[in-house]
């Protein structure tokens, strides 16, 4: 089955076992939480760390990310977006 | 006439035909996966030699076959110790085993706060011998390959052993408790029984629209106040945040935007709940001013 390769089982699986802080990522139209932890992230990492770790668990260059915005928030979950165009 | 600081090209050459005789004068020791070529660094400079038997795998004495250029031949096993002096080269982590996969095993990093290696997802593991899966395990890096060295036997046996007992009972990784486990062993443990039930969901059910939605919002810090299904493909959510009514409509399937609420420049489907609490926060920073009441008809 196709989704029985070990990178989309770890994609399920981490979904699942996401319990601290958590990254929240808009990319392509679609949406998915990853566990920070999971990343080796936390609320100290910097813009650059983010984008390369998520650059790296979803597999694509992390100049695909150009346009993008980290928001941080209280709670320690970040959100990783498109860049907003108010007007 | 010779630039003193420039190497002699004939002279570098030499040196490398020289340094290829040597090479196939001696054993020297590899581990060899089927199929595979096997790389040889002599005096700074990788040899790529395919082996004779392309199915052979395991750790080898190897041959360099002066007949056959680029060739080498199995001729030996290695000791025990010889392979552990080889492997003691190569800098090392600590693994949880998963599964074999095509006959590869694979498996996530044990630590996350290695500041050694960094690795995201599962990685294959060269040449397992004598591990099972959730065992966690030394494997060694040579900077293309993960190779298996042992076991981690500081590692606590019944955490592995009750969690593979968990899965022969199918207990459901929700329903999963066990004493000193560490969280990469849980990634591990939920990614078996998914591969042991495809069709499971890693949740013990479905969560309702209403649970999402206060999912997505919760994630930015902001909480659901109502929200009301129009038809089963749009929503129209009414959260609060730092003391002010926002509304907005969504997909309720999948929660992108159809309108924010705020005017993103006709974007707003690029967009999800989550990501709109985060443009607030945004558009609050820079001062932006809009209609925090509004209201959908």
């Known amino acids: ?87 | 006439m010779k630039n003193p600081e420039r190497p002699d090209p004939l002279a570098l050459i030499a040196k490398m035909a020289a340094e290829e005789q040597k090479l196939s004068d001696q054993l020297f020791l590899a581990p060899v996966v089927a199929g595979g070529q096997v790389r040889v660094k002599v005096a700074g400079i990788v040899y790529a030699l395919r082996l004779d038997d392309p199915s052979f795998e395991g750790w080898a004495l190897l041959q360099v076959r002066s007949e056959k250029p680029g060739h080498a031949s199995v001729v030996g096993k290695p000791t025990i110790a010889q392979i552990s002096e080889y492997l003691k080269m190569l800098p090392r982590l600590r693994v949880v085993l998963l599964d074999q996969f095509e006959n590869r095993w694979w498996g996530i990093q044990a630590s996350a706060g290695d500041k050694n290696f960094q690795t995201t997802g599962a990685l294959p593991v060269k040449l397992v011998t004598t591990a099972a899966s959730l065992d966690t395990v030394y494997v060694r890096f040579d900077g293309a390959h993960f190779w298996y060295e042992t076991t981690d036997r500081r590692r606590d046996p019944t955490v592995a052993r009750t969690l593979r007992q968990a899965l022969h009972n199918d207990v459901h990784p929700e329903e999963l408790h066990c004493k000193g486990m560490v969280p990469q062993e849980r990634v591990v443990y939920t990614m078996l029984y998914l591969k042991k039930h495809p069709a499971a969901n890693p949740h013990m059910r479905e969560k309702t629209s209403r649970e999402l939605i206060e999912e997505a919002l919760g994630h930015a810090g902001a909480r659901l106040d109502a929200f009301w299904l129009q038809n089963e493909n749009q929503a129209t959510v009414r959260f609060e945040r730092n003391g002010r009514t926002h509304t907005a409509n969504i997909d309720p399937k999948n929660l992108t935007l159809f309108s924010a609420g705020v005017c993103l420049s006709g974007q707003d489907q690029k967009f999800d709940l989550t990501s709109l609490v985060s443009i607030l926060e945004e558009h609050e920073r820079k001062g932006g001013g809009y209609d925090y009441e509004h209201e959908y008809d």
């Open chain 1, 1 to 87: 089955m196709a989704n029985q390769d070990p990178k989309t089982l770890f994609n399920r699986a981490n979904n699942a076992a996401a319990t601290g802080p958590v990254l929240h990522v808009r990319f392509d139209g679609r949406s998915r939480d990853i566990a920070m932890e999971i990343l080796d992230l936390g609320a100290g990492s910097s813009d650059a760390a983010v984008f390369q770790a998520v650059a790296a668990f979803l597999d694509v260059n992390v100049a695909r990310f150009d346009g993008m915005v980290i928001e941080r928030h209280q709670n320690g979950n970040m959100t990783l977006r498109p860049e907003a165009v108010f007007g």
